[in-house]
């Protein structure tokens, strides 16, 4: 499947669907909530966002959902490695058969009131690959409609291959410090 000719942003933390929801009214934004719908696949997603022909893609369901919860999960000493692993290479193996698509940009609500793993994960792991691409937002009375006025621009992300199985190596508070 065709990764979305749109600038797709997926919001996460608590106040996602409120965010995404703003955003409905505005004629060049599909947006749409996933996390109610948990058996929307990533195939079920990758559909409704490339069915749209909106220049902005907004919605909550990231590609890379399992490998976070995974990451998080073996740091938090709540699963294994393997476990890990295993979600990284299902997501390899799904990024080559173009199955899953990283957004052009996460937007992270509120990461300071974040638990530290997942704070570790997005602003740590996940910006490391992209810097630009990792955007926080603490403001959640302010409307991402401003934010879709000024993305930041900046390198891409690198092939989900490259990067992806390196992150079961990158330790919470180490992350970006040159220590792995």
Known sequence: MEP???????????????????LERFPNVRAATFGDAPDASDADVSRWSAAGAKPYVV???DPLGHVAAAWVEFFDDQSTFEVLELEIE???????????????????????SL????????????AEASPTRVIPWSDADDSLARLLRRL??????????????TVAAQVPDRVGLGGG
């Open 59 to 61: 919605h909550d369901h």
């Open 90 to 112: 299902r997501a390899v193996e799904a990024s080559a058969r173009r199955a899953i698509h990283v957004p052009d940009y996460y937007v992270v609500l509120h990461p300071e």
């Open 152 to 165: 930041p621009t900046g390198r891409a992300w690198p092939d989900v291959d490259r990067w992806l199985p």
């Open 4 to 22: 979305p000719v749109s600038t797709t942003l997926v919001v996460v933390g608590d106040e996602a669907a409120t965010a995404i929801h703003a």
């Open 115 to 126: 638990p530290t793993t997942w704070k570790h994960w997005w602003l740590g792991v996940v």
